[in-house]
Nanobody
């Protein structure tokens, strides 16, 4: 069973930056795909960014492309989400997720992920 632990959430002003981290209990075939999702009150959970930890491919939703960056630190078994130029609509609970693999057609689908963290709250004030 893979355990994921998010951190780094908090309050930030619009236009500012924040870095979220997700520490995995293991980096293995179970975590070949590591992703970030978010869910705002009353809305469905949506994919934000994903990374193929083996090959390095990255995927982003259109709403964050150019502003957010996903990266990995293999030594620390950690995936980061660097959030720049944040907007009020970025406010949500952010979740880390892991799966055996993903591609450009699947990474944003909630149902393919086997492992989820508990989430970290991000609040952007204008």
């Amino acid at each position: 069973q893979v355990q994921l632990a998010e951190s780094g959430g908090g309050s930030v002003q619009a236009g500012g930056s924040l870095r979220l981290s997700c520490v995995a209990s293991e980096f293995s075939y179970r975590t070949n795909c590591m992703s970030w999702f978010r869910q705002a009150p009353g809305k469905a959970r949506e994919g934000v960014a994903a990374m193929s930890t083996g090959g390095g491919a990255t995927y982003y939703s259109d709403s964050v492309k150019g502003r957010f960056t996903i990266s990995q630190d293999n030594a620390e078994r950690t995936v980061h989400l660097i959030m720049d130029s944040v907007k009020s609509e970025d406010s949500a609970m952010y979740y880390c997720a892991a799966n055996f693999g993903c591609n450009s057609d699947s990474w944003y689908r909630v149902g393919i992920y086997n492992y989820w963290g508990q989430g970290t709250q991000v609040t952007v004030s204008s």
